[in-house]
C-alpha cells in the first residue's frame, strides 16, 4: 500500500459519485473541501493537486487521509478501489478520526474492500458515535433497533433509539426521517403516524429533499393527519425539484391517476423515466412499463413495455413478476406458457404479494382446490388485499365451499370497509342492516355504509339504496331518489337495477308511467341473463300490463326466465299449458311444470299439481297423491289447499 497510487482520469470525472459509503453531508463537504483546496477537480491542477494529497496524507494528515479513502471509495472519474480506500480510511481511523471511522465501519459490515466483520463495524460505530458523529450514530442505532446482520442478543432497541435521536438532535435530517417510518411501520412500541409525521416534518425543515417528499405523501394518503392532496402535490412538486427520486415516482403516481392534480399520463412518464435515471426503485420501470403497454401518456409500444416489466421481474421486483406472469398467462404479448405464469405467481405470493396470492386463490378456485385457495385467501387478506377479503367473507357468508361463519365474514368486511373498498363496504352494510354476524340495532349504520358504498359507485350498493328508498326503510320514502339510484346502477349494466327501474316506469311512482322505457330496461335486463326481467315482461304480456296482450311472447318470455333459474314462473306457464294459452294445450307439460314448481317451494304449484290429480288431467286420478300435495301447500301458506282437502275426505252425501 505504500507505493505510489495513480490519480483519477480526469476524462473520466464527471463530478458524480459511487454508493460504496452513505457519507452524510458534512462528511461530504469535508471530502470536497479538501479535493478543491488541492486542486484535484481542476484540469490544469488535479495531476499535481492528486501527487501533494497522497504526500499529505501519508504525513499522516487526517483530513487527508479520510478524502483519499473518500476518492476511492466512490469512484469519482477512476475504477473504485475499495481496499486502497479501506486502507486510507483505517489510517485515519485509528487514529479516532470519526467520519474516517464510520465509513470504515460500513466498509467492514457488508464486506467490501476488506473480509466482513460485524464485531469492528459495531465497535468503530461506536467509537465514532462517542464523539457525537450523527452519521455513526444513525448507523448504529438502526443496526441495534433492526438486529440487522447481528447476533439476536446484540438486539437493542431502547439504545438504538436513543442514538437515532441523538443523530437526529446532531442535525442529521436522515435520522429524523428513518425516525419516523419507525413509528408510521410499526417497528417500534408507542407507533404512532402523529410522531411519524412530527420527524418527517423536522428534517424536511433542514431542506431535506427526502423527508419533504415524505411530508408531501402523508398528506397524500391521510398518515398521521387529513388527506390534503393538493399540498401534498406541492410538497411533493418541492421534493422532486430538490432531486428525490422516491418523490418523483410518488409524483407521477398523482398524474397518471389524477390524484390532486389534473391526470397528465405524458408528465407521469417523464416522471417515471427521471426517477429511474436518478436511480429509483423498481416500481418506476415496472408502472412505466405498464403504461406503454396500456398506451397511455405515450403512443402504444407493447414490445418495450413487455421489456421493461420483464427487466424488472429478472430483478427480483414481486409487482413486476405477478405482472410478467400475468403476460404468460393471457398469452397477448408473451408466448402463453401457464406453467411459468404459475411459477411466476408462486414467487411473488411466497415473497408476500398479495396481488399474486390473490390470483393464486382463483387458480385454485377455478380447479376445485378449495383448502389451497382458503390459505392463499388468509394470507392475502392478512397481507392487505381487500378484494381477497370480500372473496374470503363471500365465502364464509354463503357457507357453500366452507363452513358457514356469518361472524368471521363481517370482520373480513370491517378490515376492508376500514380501508374505503366499495365491495366489503356494501357486504357490511347489508349484514348490519339485518342483523346477521353482527351486533343487533345497528341497521342505520348499515344504511350508511351501504350509501357509502353507492357514492363509490358500486352498482350493487346503489341498486339497494334505491330499494331502501323506494320502500321507506329506515329513511323516508323517495320514489325520486330511488329511480335516480337505479338508474345509475343500470346505466352500469347492473341487471336488477334495470328491472327494479322498469318497475318504478311502470308504475309512475316517481313520475308520469313510461311503459316503453320500462320495456326497453327489461330487454336489457333479459339480454343479461336475468331470469326476474323476463318474468316481468312475461306477465305485463299476458296481462296487457302497459303492452298489448301477446300471449305467445309471454310463453316464450316464460320459458326464458325458467330456463334463466326464476321459478316463480314454472306454475304460471304451467297453467298456459293446461289451458293451451298461448301455447300448444300440453296437459302431461302443464304437471311437468307443477311439479318443479312444488320442488322449488311454490305453494300455489303445490296446490295445481294436487288438482292434477284430482282432475285426472295430465296424470291418473290419485286422492292420496293429491292430498300429499295439497297438505305441502298447505304447509307453505296457500290456504286455499285447505279446503280442497276437506272436499277429498267429505263423506259421501254431506
Not at 507505493?3 to 463537504?29: V, Y
Not at 331502501?468 to 323517495?478: K, R, S
Request: aromatic share 8%; with cysteine.
Amino acid at each position: 500500500m505504500e507505493e505510489e497510487q495513480e490519480g483519477p482520469d480526469w476524462e473520466l470525472f464527471d463530478g458524480t459519485r459511487g454508493e460504496a459509503t452513505p457519507s452524510s453531508k458534512e462528511q461530504e463537504r469535508l471530502a470536497w473541501a479538501t479535493i478543491d483546496q488541492y486542486g484535484i477537480c481542476r484540469k490544469p491542477t488535479f495531476k499535481g493537486g492528486f501527487s501533494r494529497l497522497i504526500a499529505a496524507a501519508k504525513r499522516g494528515d487526517l483530513a487527508e487521509q479520510y478524502t483519499l479513502g473518500f476518492v476511492w471509495a466512490e469512484a469519482l472519474g477512476f475504477e473504485q478501489d475499495l481496499e486502497k480506500a479501506a486502507y486510507w480510511y483505517r489510517m485515519a481511523a485509528e487514529r479516532q478520526f470519526a467520519p474516517a471511522q464510520c465509513n470504515l465501519a460500513f466498509l467492514y459490515h457488508n464486506g467490501l474492500g476488506v473480509e466482513r466483520d460485524t464485531e469492528k463495524a459495531l465497535a468503530l460505530w461506536a467509537a465514532a458515535s462517542q464523539q457525537g458523529h450523527a452519521s455513526a450514530q444513525l448507523a448504529l442505532g438502526e443496526r441495534l433497533v433492526s438486529g440487522l446482520g447481528l447476533d439476536p442478543r446484540q438486539k437493542d432497541m431502547e439504545k438504538g433509539m436513543k442514538l437515532i435521536r441523538q443523530a437526529g438532535e446532531n442535525g442529521l435530517a436522515s435520522a429524523h426521517v428513518v425516525l419516523g417510518e419507525l413509528y408510521e411501520h410499526k417497528c417500534i412500541p408507542l407507533l404512532s403516524e402523529e410522531k411519524a409525521l412530527a420527524c418527517y416534518k423536522a428534517a424536511a425543515e433542514m431542506e431535506f429533499p427526502p423527508a419533504i417528499g415524505h411530508v408531501g405523501r402523508c398528506y397524500l394518503y391521510g398518515i398521521g393527519t387529513e388527506k390534503d392532496e393538493a399540498r401534498a402535490v406541492a410538497l411533493l412538486q418541492a421534493a422532486v425539484d430538490g432531486g428525490d427520486a422516491w418523490a418523483m415516482e410518488i409524483l407521477a403516481t398523482c398524474y397518471e391517476e389524477g390524484v390532486g392534480v389534473q391526470a397528465d399520463p405524458a408528465r407521469a412518464i417523464k416522471l417515471y423515466k427521471r426517477a429511474m435515471r436518478l436511480g429509483g426503485r423498481l416500481i418506476s420501470q415496472v408502472r412505466l412499463g405498464f403504461m406503454y403497454i396500456r398506451g397511455r401518456g405515450a403512443e402504444k409500444d407493447r414490445a418495450t413495455g413487455v421489456r421493461l416489466i420483464v427487466s424488472a421481474s429478472r430483478q427480483g421486483n414481486l409487482l413486476a413478476k405477478f405482472l410478467h406472469g400475468w403476460l404468460c398467462e393471457e398469452g397477448q404479448m408473451l408466448e402463453r406458457d401457464m406453467e411459468q405464469a404459475l411459477d411466476l405467481f408462486r414467487q411473488c405470493a411466497d415473497g408476500g404479494n398479495e396481488l399474486a396470492q390473490y390470483r393464486l386463490a382463483q387458480l385454485h378456485l377455478s380447479r376445485n382446490n378449495i383448502e389451497d385457495a382458503l390459505v392463499l385467501l388468509t394470507r392475502a387478506s392478512e397481507n392487505g388485499s381487500n378484494e381477497a377479503r370480500y372473496q374470503l367473507g363471500t365465502l364464509y357468508c354463503e357457507g357453500r365451499v366452507v363452513p358457514k361463519d356469518c361472524h368471521k365474514a363481517a370482520a373480513l368486511f370491517k378490515q376492508g370497509a376500514d380501508c374505503g373498498h366499495a365491495e366489503c363496504l356494501w357486504s357490511l352494510g347489508r349484514m348490519l342492516l339485518v342483523g346477521e354476524g353482527v351486533e343487533r340495532d345497528n341497521a342505520m349504520k348499515g344504511v350508511a355504509l351501504i350509501q357509502q358504498a353507492a357514492d363509490l359507485a358500486l352498482p350493487g350498493a346503489q341498486a339497494d339504496l334505491g330499494f331502501i328508498y323506494e320502500q321507506g326503510v329506515l329513511v323516508t320514502a323517495d320514489p325520486a331518489k330511488s329511480a335516480e339510484l337505479y338508474l345509475g346502477a343500470a346505466e352500469k349494466g347492473f341487471a336488477p337495477a334495470m328491472h327494479n327501474l322498469a318497475e318504478i316506469l311502470l308504475t309512475g311512482a316517481a313520475g308520469r308511467p313510461d311503459p316503453a322505457q320500462a320495456v326497453h330496461w327489461l330487454r336489457l335486463a333479459i339480454g343479461l341473463g336475468y331470469g326476474r326481467a323476463a318474468a316481468k315482461l312475461a306477465l305485463m304480456y299476458r296481462y296487457g300490463d302497459g303492452v298489448p296482450v301477446d300471449l305467445t311472447s309471454a310463453a316464450e318470455l316464460f320459458l326464458m326466465a325458467a330456463d334463466h333459474g326464476d321459478h316463480g314462473v314454472l306454475n304460471e306457464l304451467g297453467s298456459m299449458y293446461a289451458a293451451g294459452t298461448g301455447v300448444d294445450r300440453d296437459a302431461k307439460k302443464a304437471v311437468e311444470l307443477f311439479q318443479r314448481a312444488a320442488v322449488m317451494g311454490d305453494a300455489i304449484g303445490a296446490y295445481n299439481l294436487g288438482a292434477s290429480y284430482v282432475t285426472a288431467i295430465g296424470v291418473p286420478s290419485d286422492s292420496a297423491h293429491a292430498v300429499v300435495h295439497m297438505r305441502r301447500s298447505a304447509a307453505l301458506g296457500y290456504t286455499h289447499a285447505d279446503g280442497l282437502i276437506a272436499a277429498l275426505f267429505r263423506p259421501i252425501g254431506t
